[in-house]
């Protein structure tokens, strides 16, 4: 079972450069999140999915934008990278609607913006 | 906006004992989920435990069990018998029960097991 699958696992950027990090979910999930991981601050939302064709913005949306491609993927998207975005990044998804089902992670990107 | 807080930034525990993660969130809903989540060395993200706020009985997973108190809103978490590889970060974690809406995690704790 793949689960959720992250693309890709490290990458190192230049201030001003754009990427997309990929995440893709084989359960049929409805729901998808992206989150980021900083040292001694948890993990910040920073968008959701509820749904197919819905996005939401979290906690932390400033810089990204995020497409849900289809039920299964859900794109991340720096448009233009900053040294304040390095971290490390985490898709999720969860049934939906089911409010008691835990988000199954993915294994994280790290990113580094120099 | 629900909070999530988690007090003690670092735990160690001895091999084999008991040790208790505290987690005590903020909200104004009468009814919301609960969870904790593991973070091992290899940055996984894996359910531990859950707690529905209706359930008055405390959720057990084999060695690891919760102590809720709705009243007091505090989820802490028991691991007994603790075992090496408990050592982990591990993040409490909130969710208010109305359509899908994301979870509010806590900074999170780190532990260490002694052998």
């Known amino acids: 079972n793949a689960g959720v699958t992250q693309t890709p696992k490290f990458q190192v950027l230049k201030t001003g450069q754009s990427m997309t990090l990929q995440c893709a979910q084989d359960?049929?999930?409805?729901?998808m999140y992206w989150y980021r991981q900083d040292p001694g601050m948890g993990l910040r939302l920073i968008y959701y999915?509820?749904?197919?064709?819905?996005?939401d913005k979290g906690e932390v949306p400033n810089g990204y934008n995020v497409s849900r491609l289809n039920k299964r993927e859900f794109s991340l998207r720096l448009e233009s990278a900053a040294p304040s975005q390095t971290s490390v990044y985490f898709c999720?998804?969860?049934?939906?609607?089911?409010?008691?089902?835990?988000?199954?992670f993915g294994d994280g990107t790290r990113l580094s913006i120099l | 906006a629900q909070t999530v807080t988690q007090s003690q930034p670092e735990m160690s525990v001895q091999e084999a004992e008991t040790v208790t993660l505290s987690c005590t969130y903020d909200?104004?809903?009468?009814?919301?989920?609960l969870f904790w989540y593991k973070q091992p060395p290899s940055r996984q993200m894996i359910l531990v435990i859950r707690?529905?706020?209706?359930?008055?009985q405390n959720a057990t997973e084999n060695r690891f069990s919760v102590n809720f108190q709705k009243a007091a809103k505090s989820f802490s978490l028991k691991i007994s018998d603790s075992q090496l590889g408990d050592a982990a970060m591990y993040f409490c974690a909130y969710r208010r029960v109305s359509g899908n809406t994301p979870l509010v995690f806590g900074k999170g704790t780190r532990l260490s097991v002694i052998a």
């Open positions: 909200t104004s809903e009468s009814d919301y989920y």
């Open positions: 999720a998804s969860s049934e939906g609607g089911i409010d008691n089902q835990p988000q199954h």
């Open positions: 359960m049929n999930h409805n729901s």
């Open positions: 999915s509820a749904s197919e064709g819905t996005t």
């Open positions: 707690q529905e706020a209706y359930k008055q």
